[in-house]
């Protein structure tokens, strides 16, 4: 099976396009390319099909960022396999996410006269953490039968799928009958935030814990991410609960990018501190200026004012 160009069947010549275009330029190829007008053309009755196949991946945004993935992570890559095996990847690609076509084929009755009926699809959830859908890892599963037996798989979480989409896994549902096919198993994959880590949309979020000095100081300090360890310079005069971001250290957005890590800043004052430390906190406390309370003193201050004059109908001309 070969791993179509959905944009380039569609004459679009990127991939961060919007709906509305991948409507536009369908509907004009479409009307060029329909059997009606092109006097039964063997040529045009294909590129019409591929047309229609292009624009039903494309026009879902899930099926688009599922094709949009597979796309970077094969082709993208440029990587040196050979034919047989990119072909490989490929269907089992498409066999997951949009079905095997042979098992749309109408089933043919068997020797006996009865008709094979399809095995009943099953549906199930698995949780992963943000780490392992960000690099895609195998994770073991154990389904139930309803004689009670255990049946084991090992599933590949494909790197980057998005919370609740689905794996589809051909003829691993309940077995058919009458010599029917199985059905399948659909497998949602719901991503769970860990302590260091949570999600939002594309965007990852984190902590980033630091010292009063350091806040002052305007110091360099180490911020994990995901995939990296960051060196990153704090803002002048940055506070507590102040954000930080940092583009492109996301989780990936199915398209070759990434979102943003925000890093929600957290000040810690030590719980114990040495004699000298104490002697150094009051010496600041002596020489420093600072008064945390002012602004909020000197505000309420004026919210106070302003209700007490009003009260009694003062008017300013």
């Not at 099976?1 to 536009?24: C, P, W």
């Not at 076509?101 to 949780?127: F, H, L, R, V």
Request: overall charge positive; cysteine-free; glycine content about 8%.
């Amino acid at each position: 099976m070969i791993f179509k160009d959905y944009y380039r069947i569609l004459e679009l010549e990127t991939s961060k396009v919007t709906l509305e275009q991948i409507k536009n330029s369908y509907r004009d190829l479409a009307k060029k390319y329909h059997p009606d007008v092109n006097n039964d053309s063997k040529m045009a009755e294909e590129r019409f099909k591929d047309l229609n196949e292009a624009y039903r991946i494309l026009s879902n945004n899930s099926s688009k960022r599922k094709y949009d993935r597979i796309w970077n992570s094969n082709v993208g890559r440029k990587k040196k396999t050979s034919q047989k095996e990119q072909d490989a990847k490929f269907t089992d690609f498409f066999n997951m996410f949009f079905g095997n076509p042979e098992n749309t084929k109408k089933e043919e009755k068997n020797e006996s006269g009865q008709a094979p009926i399809k095995g009943e699809n099953i549906n199930t959830e698995i949780t992963a953490t943000i780490p392992e859908v960000f690099y895609g890892r195998e994770k073991n599963i154990i389904l139930k039968s309803i004689d009670g037996q255990n049946k084991n798989l090992t599933i590949k979480i494909p790197e980057g799928i998005r919370n609740n989409e689905k794996i589809r896994l051909i003829g691993q549902g309940k077995k058919g009958k009458n010599g029917g096919k199985n059905g399948d198993l659909f497998i949602t994959i719901k991503i769970q935030n860990t302590e260091m880590f949570s999600l939002d949309g594309i965007n990852i979020k984190t902590n980033l814990y630091i010292s009063p000095w350091e806040a002052a100081l305007n110091k360099k300090v180490n911020l994990q991410g995901i995939d990296e360890e960051l060196t990153i310079k704090l803002p002048e005069g940055i506070q507590n609960g102040e954000k930080i971001v940092v583009k492109g250290k996301g989780y990936k957005d199915g398209k070759g990018g990434r979102g943003d890590l925000i890093a929600e800043t957290k000040i810690m004052i030590p719980t114990t501190i040495s004699k000298e430390e104490v002697d150094l906190y009051k010496k600041l406390e002596e020489i420093s200026k600072f008064n945390p309370r002012q602004i909020i003193n000197r505000n309420a201050k004026k919210l106070m004012l302003l209700i007490k004059y009003k009260s009694i109908n003062v008017e300013y001309f």
